[in-house]
């Protein structure tokens, strides 16, 4: 893969952002801090998307903990790192009230993002997901606040009835796919499908719209296999930053537990990141100048 051309404005971004929902299928994978965010960007992945349980886990907290304001920071570092779009993974918008989430998206849209979703998970277990008509004024709200901002921002609406054990879980996905992708969302998702037939069943449900489908553990289908079903974008959720932890876990223990460092030995060169982020770094500084000429 080549790294893709740098794209400079925040509008820039967000029409090329659009372009790849338009056809064909993009992976857009998910950085947890600036430097996997650069380092994928080198990697040639024309967009990234932010995750909530990975920079969670690098602030010592689990998944939804991390604040409103912390997670804000935390987008617009990645935002302005990266010379690709970016979508935020806004949790669900930060608020109980339709008037809340509006707020939260402009306050999203200010990071410079090139999109952004709002799921329907209400985190009480009792009741795991909002109402449908709540959770359906909650995705029209954001999209009056995009609309209202003038920012053409990509809304995903992200239905999480695999996530919190829905009885039926893709008939209910099928169902509120449906009803946010007529509120106005412009990418659905729901998190959790496992079988080709499943993924097939909300790309029809929602044709022609666009359906990000996420891959954060092996499910037997490629790339290749998902745009065959007409999946239009790939994101792997915090799998990434978990692969990183697992490298970590592995030579940490070793080294607690038995007095060994061999797993250090699957670590990369000290030299080849090093190599990297010194010629990153030189990079950005050509291009800053360039652009200030």
């Known amino acids: 893969m080549t790294e893709p051309a740098a794209i400079s404005s925040p509008a820039d971004k967000r029409a090329a952002f659009r372009a790849l929902h338009d ?5 857009l994978p998910n950085p947890w801090d600036v430097g996997s965010a650069r380092y994928l960007q080198h990697l040639g992945f024309k967009a990234l998307a932010t995750t909530s349980s990975g920079v ?15 997670m804000l920071t935390h987008v617009r570092a990645v935002v302005e790192a990266s010379d690709v779009p970016v979508n935020a993974d806004y949790e669900a918008g930060y608020s109980d009230t339709v008037e809340g989430v509006a707020g939260n998206v402009r306050l999203c849209i200010e990071t410079g993002v090139a999109g952004l979703s709002i799921e329907d998970s209400t985190r009480d277990p009792v009741q795991p997901l909002y109402d449908l008509d709540v959770a359906v004024a909650r995705v029209r709200a954001a999209r009056a606040a995009i609309d209202a901002s003038g920012a053409d921002v990509i809304l995903t609406a992200r239905a999480e009835c ?3 054990g829905h009885p039926a879980p893709l008939a209910e996905s099928l169902r509120r796919l449906r009803a946010y992708a007529d509120a106005g969302a412009d990418c659905l998702y729901a998190p959790g499908l ?3 037939d499943d993924v097939r069943a909300v790309v029809e449900a929602v044709a022609p719209k666009p359906v990000n489908v996420l891959v954060s553990a092996p499910i037997g289908l490629t790339v290749g296999d998902l745009a065959a079903l007409g999946v ?29 460092f061999d797993a250090l030995a699957e670590a990369p060169p000290f030299a080849e990141l090093n190599r990297f ?15 200030e000429r």
């Open 232 to 260: 239009r974008r790939i994101s792997v959720g915090s799998a990434l930053a978990r692969a990183a932890w697992g490298g970590f876990q592995r030579a940490a223990r070793e080294i607690a537990e038995r007095g060994a």
């Open 194 to 196: 496992r079988t080709a």
């Open 162 to 164: 695999h996530v919190v």
């Open 277 to 291: 982020f010194r010629d990153d770094v030189a990079r950005r500084g050509d291009r800053r100048r360039k652009s």
């Open 56 to 70: 969670a886990f690098t602030m010592a907290l689990p998944d939804n903990a991390v604040t409103r304001d912390a």
């Open 23 to 27: 056809h064909g299928c993009f992976v």
